[in-house]
């Protein structure tokens, strides 16, 4: 039922700054908590970040914690993710879901997969 669309990825240097934008329809996921997750060539997919479904609580890995800020439009069905100081190993294509979190530390996508939208960081 629901559709997930992500946006917003580019081309950037080191140090810059990117938005991304994941965009729901076909149904409403304002239940669940939301979050990120990232894929990189060679690597299994990695978990970025998630806000609770009160928009009052994020989580984040260490690997991103103080560069990336999610956000969440509960009326727009929408879901941003604000990466500053960017690095060249944030490169990957980047995808969102939707799901329960786990012990506080991550989530556990329930939605299917959209096409993700490719970050690239350079040096």
Do not use: H
Request: a positive charge.
């Amino acid at each position: 039922q629901v559709q997930l669309v992500e946006s917003g990825g580019g081309l950037v240097q080191a140090g810059g700054s990117l938005r991304l934008s994941c965009a729901a329809s076909g149904g409403t996921f304002v239940t669940y908590a939301m979050g990120w997750f990232r894929q990189a060539p060679g690597k299994e997919r990695e978990f970025v970040g998630a806000v609770s479904r009160s928009r009052f609580s994020t989580i984040y890995p260490n690997s991103v914690k103080g560069r990336f800020t999610i956000s969440r439009d509960n009326a727009k069905n929408m879901m941003y993710l604000q990466m500053n100081s960017l690095k060249p190993e944030d490169t990957a294509v980047y995808y969102c879901n939707a799901g329960p979190l786990t012990n506080t530390s991550y989530l556990r996508p329930s939605l299917p997969w959209g096409q993700g939208t490719q970050v690239t960081v350079s040096s």
